[in-house]
């Protein structure tokens, strides 16, 4: 019984994962109009900086896994905020436009809830759950807490550097 709650974290984490690859995020991006070079600049942009985050030893080693990982990390968090940014007639541009005006200035526990706000619209973009519902403690298991702690790591370590940025 023990090694199945292991199995199912692991599973759900892995199937979460597997959903988030650059590819997949420029494939929802490019059915927006405007596509997703706007996106894709941007993000190039922001995972240039995670090399310099790591300890200087391990940045020759780990530098490029580093920067790529960030670059998907980042596609697949503003995938889901510039999608839902847009309104009608609006290009990726405008969304990504609007997201930043929308996350200049917020504060850590303001990206926090920025992040859980969007929750609902990553699931239904990547994981295909499509429940638009508050997250209730009583009915979710442990894969969905899993992909909630994922996303929300994933969520704020992308928008720290952008709301930083807008300031």
């Known amino acids: 019984m023990k090694y199945l709650l292991s ?4 599973l759900g984490l892995g199937c979460a994962t597997a959903a988030m690859r650059a590819e997949h995020t420029t494939a ?3 059915r ?18 995670a090399v310099g985050r790591l300890p200087i030893q391990l940045r020759s080693e780990t530098g490029p ?10 596609m697949d968090v503003m995938s ?5 940014a847009m309104d009608s007639g609006d290009s990726t541009d405008d969304g990504l436009g609007a997201v930043r005006n929308g996350l200049a200035g917020l504060d850590s526990e303001s990206l926090t809830d920025t ?13 295909q759950e499509g429940s638009f519902r508050s997250l209730d403690a009583a009915v979710v298991d442990d894969e969905s807490i899993a992909r ?3 996303w929300m790591r994933r969520c704020r370590r992308v928008l720290r550097p952008v709301a930083a940025a807008a300031s």
């Open 115 to 127: 992040c859980d706000e969007h929750y609902p619209a990553w699931q239904a973009l990547w994981v």
């Open 28 to 30: 929802e991006l490019d």
């Open 7 to 10: 199995l199912s974290l692991i």
């Open 32 to 49: 927006l109009p405007g596509r997703s070079d706007p996106v894709r600049a941007a993000c190039r942009d922001q995972s240039g900086g």
């Open 65 to 74: 896994r580093a920067t790529e990982a960030a670059f998907v990390d980042c």
């Open 148 to 150: 909630y702690d994922f």
């Open 80 to 84: 889901v905020f510039v999608s839902v």
